[in-house]
Nanobody, 115 residues
Framework: QVQLVESGGGLMQAGESLRLSCAAS????????KGWYRQAPGKERELVAL???????NYADSVKGRFTISKDNAKNMVYLQMNSLKPEDTAVYYC?????????WGKGTLVTVSS
């Protein structure tokens, strides 16, 4: 059974840094595109960052220059380094792995940023 488990969320002050981790189990995801999404209260889930098998990354404009996605294929892990956090970064952050016929999702970790 495939599982994605996020960790690292918490209550932060604006300007601080935080690293989220996503541990995948049940299957190796070496060649799959992986990503982070977030959903703020009252808003739709949105893409934060993606990383491909070859290491190409893509970021939402709102986090470019502040967030960095990375992966460790050997550990089956995905990370999101978040710097210069802002109150508008407050959301539940979800790990996602692209697969077929459907993507895999974690249950999310809450990040709250106070001003």
């Amino acid at each position: 059974q495939v599982q994605l488990v996020e960790s690292g969320g918490g209550l932060m002050q604006a300007g601080e840094s935080l690293r989220l981790s996503c541990a995948a189990s049940g299957r190796r995801f070496t060649t799959n595109t992986k990503g982070w999404y977030r959903q703020a209260p009252g808003k739709e889930r949105e893409l934060v960052a993606l990383i491909t098998y070859g290491g190409t990354t893509n970021y939402a404009d709102s986090v470019k220059g502040r967030f960095t996605i990375s992966k460790d294929n050997a550990k089956n892990m995905v990370y999101l380094q978040m710097n210069s956090l802002k109150p508008e970064d407050t959301a539940v952050y979800y790990c996602m792995v692209v697969s077929s016929p459907g993507n895999y999702w974690g249950k999310g970790t809450l990040v709250t940023v106070s001003s």
